[in-house]
């Protein structure tokens, strides 16, 4: 739990009820309507900089157009409060660009994002460091992220 959570005034009702992740997704199951996401990578933050490079690769494998706005906005703010040598705006891990991520998609060689059971996440074969690490897309959206 987040230390400055009373300071900041931040209240989460579903922590303090005990729900988990998957207490969430059986609520939302029971709904009488469906947000019709086409997996649980894309979220409601489709493109965050926090996911993934298989989630953010996989997502522009099948949709490219999710990525047109960060495009947009690195080629907008290019030059908007860059510090030291950087010579363009690169909005994801690892120095990438937009370009550099739909770039790495359409080249494919990497085996798509798909959703999984908790509980098969890290027994999975295709678990790749490199692709798989520095995301849980909500770890920093989530409690405590304020600390």
């Not at 400055?4 to 729900?19: M, T």
């Amino acid at each position: 739990m987040s230390s400055n959570r009373e300071s900041l005034k931040f209240v989460y009702p579903l922590v303090d009820a005990k729900w988990t992740k998957e207490d969430v997704k059986a609520e939302c199951a029971s709904w009488p309507f469906d947000l019709e996401l086409k997996g649980e990578h894309y979220g409601n933050c489709v493109w965050c900089w926090k996911k993934s490079l298989r989630k953010l690769m996989t997502i522009a494998k099948d949709d490219p157009w999710h990525f047109e706005f960060p495009r947009r906005m690195e080629y907008e703010h290019a030059e908007t409060n860059l510090q030291g040598d950087h010579e363009e705006r690169k909005l994801f891990r690892e120095g990438r660009t937009t370009s550099d991520i739909v770039a790495m998609a359409r080249a494919g060689g990497f085996e798509p994002y798909r959703d999984q059971d908790q509980t098969d996440m890290f027994s999975s074969a295709s678990y790749d460091v490199f692709l798989d690490t520095g995301s849980a897309c909500g770890e920093s959206c989530e409690i405590g992220a304020d600390s």
